[in-house]
């Protein structure tokens, strides 16, 4: 092939996995540049199972004017025999003026046709699924400096809090918060924990687990300043103490365990690494009586705003400052 294996230009590129955002700007990327190299351009961008094998030679055949063509093909891997031998003839003489762009969800579906892909030498772009926390994380990085700035690790798990897991959002957010934080003072536009608190109140700070976290840390003006946003957005009193319940219940596995190292203690408890060094600087003030007594007061505050109390938010408020009090001994 003329055109190097990672150019976008190259005469075929295989975008393989299934993150529709990632594999929407792999597309995105090579007519882009197509583009930019050459302003007329035409662009292609049909389903493989829905286009006939003459159509795609049709598309593909030479241009009477010479102008490029960017042919895009989405859902290779359930092509058909006949659509499969048509791309096949494309992949071992690929048309000068044509480049061909292949997207495949990923997998071992359509092997005939992966292999004869890479037979032909394509540039390949990988776009797996972004499910660990830890990846997204990351993504939201990457998605920052993307935009023009950087993201603290605190501000990634507060947009993570926030936004939720799905990539468009994310990355909508991002470009979003990149755009209105203004530079600081060596003109680098900063996103942290504050940053995201400022843009996303009610979402980012006023959630349950926000709560458990600053009671989990002995700070009780900070949690019941947090209850209230987090009861006055709507969030559910179940939800508080279930996530009172959790906090204490990762500092009692944290304190029982018997690995040390944070990756064994990760392992052996089946919890993230990020939450297990936060539960180890929670525990350094908890003692066993003191979680023994919280979780009788989050069990009392769980049952009264099931239904055994008038006023859930009061019973809420009294689980709180005890396990505030309890973490700090």
């Known amino acids: 092939m003329p055109k190097r294996a990672d150019d976008p230009l190259a005469p075929v590129t ?6 529709e955002l990632l594999v929407d700007r792999a597309v995105a990327e090579v007519v882009a540049v197509a583009r930019a190299d050459q302003p007329g351009t035409q662009t292609h961008d049909l389903v493989a199972t829905e286009v006939e094998p003459g159509r795609l030679a049709e598309l593909t055949s030479p241009s009477l004017f010479g102008e490029r063509r960017v042919m895009v093909l989405r859902g290779v891997e359930a092509a058909g025999k006949a659509m499969v031998a048509a791309i096949g003839e ?11 762009v292949l997207v495949h969800a990923g997998g071992n579906r359509g092997k005939a046709l992966l292999e004869a892909v890479a037979e032909a030498g394509a540039r390949k772009v990988d776009c797996p699924p972004v499910r660990q926390y830890r990846d997204r994380l990351d993504f939201v990085a990457a998605e920052a400096r993307r935009a023009g700035g950087s993201m603290s690790s605190d501000g990634a798990r507060a947009l993570l809090d926030a936004v939720g897991t799905d990539l468009r959002e994310l990355a909508m957010a991002c470009a979003q918060l990149v755009a209105d934080t203004g530079p600081g003072p060596d003109g680098t536009v900063r996103i942290d924990a504050g940053v995201v608190a400022r843009y996303y ?7 349950s687990f926000t709560v458990a976290d600053r009671a989990v840390e002995g700070r009780t003006a900070d949690a019941l300043e947090q209850l209230r946003w987090a009861l006055a957005v709507g969030v559910a009193p179940v939800l508080v103490t279930s996530a009172l319940a959790q906090g204490v219940r990762s500092v009692a596995k944290v304190r029982a365990a018997k690995s040390t190292r944070p990756a064994d203690l990760a392992r052996e408890l089946a919890m993230p690494t990020w939450k297990v060094d936060r539960a180890r ?3 350094r ?10 979780l009788h007061a ?17 019973a809420l408020e009294r689980a709180v400052v005890t396990v505030a009090r309890a973490a700090r001994g």
């Open 14 to 19: 295989l975008v393989t996995g299934g993150e």
């Open 90 to 100: 494309l992949l071992r003489d690929p048309p000068d003026d044509v480049i061909l």
């Open 201 to 207: 109140t009610g979402r980012a700070e006023a959630t």
């Open 281 to 283: 600087k929670q525990a």
């Open 285 to 294: 003030t908890w003692t066993d009586a003191a979680i023994t007594a919280s």
């Open 298 to 314: 989050i069990a009392e505050a769980d049952a009264q705003v099931k239904g055994e109390a008038a006023d859930a938010s009061y």
